[in-house]
Nanobody, 119 residues
């Protein structure tokens, strides 16, 4: 059974940085496209960034230049480095993966981690 476990969430002031991590178990990680999504209150979950099996990244426009996604196949881990955070980045962030080539992986999900950006 594939499991995804996020860590690294928390509270930060505007302009600050956080790094999210997601460890994957139960699957062949290098064969998974991975992604980070976020969900605002009463809104649909939306893709923030994804990374292909060959480590090609995709970013939604609003985070380009501020967020960076990466993966470490040796550690079965995908990361989301977030910098210059803004209050509007406050949301629950979810890790997701899929054993196929896609820029919107969504077959397996973590439980989510809260990010709060406030003064």
């Amino acid at each position: 059974q594939v499991q995804l476990v996020e860590s690294g969430g928390g509270s930060v002031q505007p302009g600050g940085s956080l790094r999210l991590s997601c460890v994957v178990s139960g699957g062949t990680f290098e064969n998974y496209a991975m992604g980070w999504y976020r969900q605002f209150p009463e809104k649909e979950r939306e893709l923030v960034a994804s990374i292909s099996m060959s480590a090609y990244p995709y970013y939604t426009d609003s985070v380009k230049g501020r967020f960076s996604i990466s993966r470490d196949n040796d550690k079965n881990t995908v990361y989301l480095q977030m910098s210059s955070l803004k209050p509007e980045n406050t949301a629950v962030y979810y890790c997701a993966g899929a054993p196929k080539s896609t820029y919107q992986p969504g077959e397996y999900w973590g439980r989510g981690t809260q990010i709060t950006v406030s003064p």
